[in-house]
């Protein structure tokens, strides 16, 4: 019997993966979730009898995992492995694409290290007519691949680079 009151967040969640994907290992697992934002509280599965319980502080911060009556070591112990393999284990370097607007013509690269790369998009690509609009650039980046190619993890690292590459642009801009 798993200990109601103990915080399962240090076994469930392996150190260097974050909330956002043990949310994404859960989903699946347990078949969903229903959140009571009152409480600040998100149980799996949508329906009891409930598994897992996630609670969150006022800032919408991950505090804790507590066991609820149907959860087992097993799950635990496979959404522990899940998150391991899908975003701690690597296949090799993988290389992101994705295109970004930016207020201006873009003119030139900027790149750091390996790790990414601003520049604008190719000649053919489709411009605004006007200066001041919303114009195309390529923001490519690097990445751990995980064994399966999970589509999920790059499909969150391109998010995640689209929000970090629109912040670069803004300050080298400036």
């Avoid at 909330?19 to 229903?34: D, K, Q």
């Avoid at 969150?56 to 991950?62: A, M, P, S």
């Avoid at 701690?88 to 295109?99: D, P």
Wanted: charged content about 25%.
């Amino acid at each position: 019997m798993i200990d109601r009151a103990e915080n399962l967040l240090p076994r469930l969640k392996p150190a260097g993966t974050e909330h956002h994907e043990l949310v994404a290992v859960l989903s699946p697992h347990f078949g969903g979730s229903v959140h009571d934002t009152e409480r600040r509280v998100t149980l799996f599965p949508m329906r009891p009898p409930y598994a897992l319980r996630l609670e969150y502080n006022r800032g919408l911060e991950l505090i804790g995992a507590f066991a609820e009556e149907a959860l087992t070591e097993q799950d635990i112990e496979t959404v522990r492995a899940e998150l391991h393999r899908n975003y701690l284990e690597t296949a090799g370097a993988g290389i992101g694409q994705t295109v970004l607007l930016v207020s201006g013509p873009m003119k030139g690269w900027w790149g750091y290290r390996d790790r990414f790369r601003i520049m604008p998009v190719s000649p053919e690509a489709p411009r605004p007519d006007y200066l001041i609009a919303d114009h195309p650039f390529l923001l490519e980046f690097t990445y751990n691949r995980s064994p399966d190619d999970n589509r999920l993890c790059v499909y969150w690292r391109v998010g995640h680079m689209r929000s970090q590459g629109s912040a670069m642009v803004a300050v080298a801009q400036n």
